[in-house]
C-alpha cells in the first residue's frame, strides 16, 4: 500500500502538464508560463537593447531615409506630388500639415504600406520598390488607424511581433520584458488587448514597433488618445532610441509637441512640400504654430456665419 499510495497521485497529475503542450500549436502560447518576474533582474534597460536590423544591402553611411519625388494618385486625386525629403542618422523628424495633406499617404509609402507611383524610397541605401523585404526589416511602423490581433494576450502579441522579425525566443523574452516595464505595461501583459483602452494599446504596438531594433521608426499621430503622463514616458523612450542612433519620422497635430522635440520638421499641404529644415529656421522668429498657419494658410474671417451670434429662443 505505500508504493500504491505515491502511484495513485501521479498518474492523474500526468495528463495535465501533457495537455498544456496539446493546447500550444500556437507558438505564442508558450509564452504565458515565463512569468516575467523571473526575467526581470537580468533585463537590461530598453535603450541598452538597440541592436539595429542590418541587411546586407543596408549602408551605414547613407541617409537613414531619402524620398526622391514620390508621388502617389487615387483616380483623379493628387494625394502626394513630387515630395524629395531626406532624414539623417539619429534624427528626430515632424511632419505636419493640414487634415489630408497627404502625411498618412507619405508614411504609409516609406513603411511599404502603400506603394508609389511615382519616384524613389530609400532606406539605409536599401530601395523599397526593388528590394521590399530588406527595406521592411529597417523599418518598425505604428499605423494611426490601430488593426492588431486583440484576442491575443498584450505577451502573445509582443512575442508574435517578435518571432515574425526572426528574432530568437530568448531576445524576444528580454525585448519584451524591457519595453513593457519601460512603458509600463508590464502588469497587463496576461490581459487580452480588447481589454486595453486606447492609450495603452498605443502604447503596446509602439513596443511591436521597436521589438526588432529598426533603424527607422515610422509614427503616424503616436500621441493621439494617449494621456499626459504616458506620452512623458513614451518621449523618453524615443529620445534614448534616437541617442543611441536611431531615426524617427512622425507626424502629428500637436505641432507644441512638434516643436519641442524635433530636430527637423517638414509641413505639407496639398500633398506638396511647402518647407523642410531646422525647426529653429522653419520657425524664425515666430512659434512653429504661427509658421505653420501663415505657410498653408489659417482659418477665413467667418464670413456667411453672422447668424451664429443671432442664438437661438
Same mark, same amino acid.
Not at 496539446?22 to 530598453?46: F, L, Q, R
Not at 530588406?134 to 486583440?150: M, N, Q, S, Y
Given at each position: 500500500?505505500?508504493?500504491?499510495?505515491?502511484?495513485?497521485?501521479?498518474?492523474?497529475?500526468?495528463?495535465?502538464?501533457?495537455? @498544456?503542450?496539446?493546447?500550444?500549436?500556437?507558438?505564442?502560447?508558450?509564452?504565458?508560463?515565463?512569468?516575467?518576474?523571473?526575467?526581470?533582474?537580468?533585463?537590461?534597460?530598453?535603450?541598452?537593447?538597440?541592436?539595429?536590423?542590418?541587411?546586407?544591402?543596408?549602408?551605414?553611411?547613407?541617409?537613414?531615409?531619402?524620398? @526622391?519625388?514620390?508621388?502617389?494618385?487615387? +483616380?483623379?486625386?493628387?494625394?502626394?506630388?513630387?515630395?524629395?525629403?531626406?532624414?539623417?542618422?539619429?534624427?528626430?523628424? +515632424?511632419?505636419? +500639415?493640414?487634415?489630408?495633406?497627404?502625411?498618412?499617404?507619405?508614411?504609409?509609402? =516609406?513603411?511599404?504600406?502603400?506603394? !508609389?507611383?511615382?519616384?524613389?524610397?530609400?532606406?539605409?541605401?536599401?530601395?523599397?520598390?526593388?528590394?521590399?523585404?530588406?527595406?521592411?526589416?529597417?523599418?518598425?511602423?505604428?499605423?494611426?488607424?490601430?488593426?492588431?490581433?486583440?484576442?491575443?494576450?498584450?505577451?502573445?502579441?509582443?512575442?508574435?511581433?517578435?518571432?515574425?522579425?526572426?528574432?530568437?525566443?530568448?531576445?524576444?523574452?528580454?525585448?519584451?520584458?524591457?519595453?513593457?516595464?519601460?512603458?509600463?505595461?508590464?502588469?497587463?501583459?496576461?490581459? =487580452?488587448?480588447?481589454?486595453?483602452?486606447?492609450?495603452?494599446?498605443?502604447?503596446?504596438?509602439?513596443?511591436?514597433?521597436? =521589438?526588432?531594433?529598426?533603424?527607422?521608426?515610422?509614427?503616424?499621430?503616436?500621441?493621439?488618445?494617449?494621456?499626459?503622463?504616458?506620452?512623458?514616458?513614451?518621449?523618453?523612450?524615443?529620445?534614448?532610441?534616437?541617442?543611441?542612433?536611431?531615426?524617427?519620422?512622425?507626424?502629428?497635430?500637436?505641432?507644441?509637441?512638434?516643436?519641442?522635440?524635433?530636430?527637423?520638421?517638414?509641413? =505639407? !499641404?496639398?500633398?506638396?512640400?511647402?518647407?523642410?529644415?531646422?525647426?529653429?529656421?522653419?520657425?524664425?522668429?515666430?512659434?512653429?504654430?504661427?509658421?505653420?498657419?501663415?505657410?498653408?494658410?489659417?482659418? +477665413?474671417?467667418?464670413?456667411?456665419?453672422?447668424?451664429?451670434?443671432?442664438?437661438?429662443?
Amino acid at each position: 500500500m505505500p508504493e500504491s499510495e505515491p502511484s495513485v497521485p501521479a498518474t492523474p497529475s500526468e495528463p495535465e502538464p501533457k495537455s @498544456e503542450p496539446d493546447a500550444t500549436p500556437d507558438p505564442v502560447t508558450t509564452v504565458e508560463p515565463h512569468p516575467s518576474a523571473d526575467a526581470a533582474p537580468e533585463t537590461p534597460p530598453a535603450a541598452a537593447l538597440w541592436d539595429p536590423a542590418d541587411p546586407d544591402d543596408a549602408s551605414d553611411d547613407a541617409p537613414v531615409l531619402v524620398l @526622391e519625388g514620390i508621388g502617389k494618385r487615387f +483616380g483623379d486625386t493628387a494625394a502626394v506630388e513630387a515630395l524629395s525629403l531626406t532624414v539623417e542618422p539619429g534624427t528626430f523628424y +515632424g511632419l505636419v +500639415g493640414p487634415n489630408g495633406a497627404g502625411k498618412t499617404t507619405t508614411l504609409s509609402m =516609406i513603411a511599404g504600406m502603400l506603394r !508609389a507611383d511615382a519616384g524613389s524610397i530609400r532606406v539605409c541605401g536599401v530601395d523599397v520598390r526593388t528590394h521590399e523585404r530588406e527595406a521592411k526589416r529597417l523599418i518598425g511602423v505604428l499605423p494611426d488607424r490601430l488593426r492588431t490581433f486583440d484576442r491575443l494576450t498584450g505577451r502573445q502579441l509582443l512575442t508574435y511581433a517578435g518571432l515574425l522579425r526572426g528574432l530568437r525566443k530568448d531576445r524576444v523574452d528580454e525585448r519584451v520584458a524591457a519595453l513593457t516595464t519601460v512603458l509600463e505595461l508590464d502588469d497587463a501583459l496576461g490581459r =487580452i488587448v480588447s481589454d486595453y483602452s486606447a492609450g495603452m494599446t498605443k502604447k503596446l504596438m509602439l513596443a511591436a514597433a521597436m =521589438i526588432h531594433a529598426p533603424r527607422l521608426l515610422v509614427l503616424d499621430e503616436p500621441f493621439e488618445a494617449v494621456d499626459p503622463a504616458s506620452s512623458v514616458v513614451i518621449l523618453d523612450l524615443l529620445r534614448s532610441y534616437v541617442a543611441a542612433g536611431g531615426s524617427v519620422v512622425l507626424s502629428s497635430h500637436g505641432i507644441d509637441l512638434i516643436e519641442r522635440v524635433c530636430d527637423r520638421v517638414a509641413v =505639407i !499641404a496639398g500633398g506638396r512640400l511647402v518647407a523642410d529644415g531646422p525647426v529653429d529656421e522653419i520657425r524664425g522668429e515666430a512659434t512653429l504654430e504661427e509658421r505653420f498657419v501663415e505657410l498653408v494658410g489659417g482659418l +477665413g474671417d467667418g464670413e456667411g456665419l453672422e447668424w451664429l451670434h443671432t442664438f437661438s429662443d
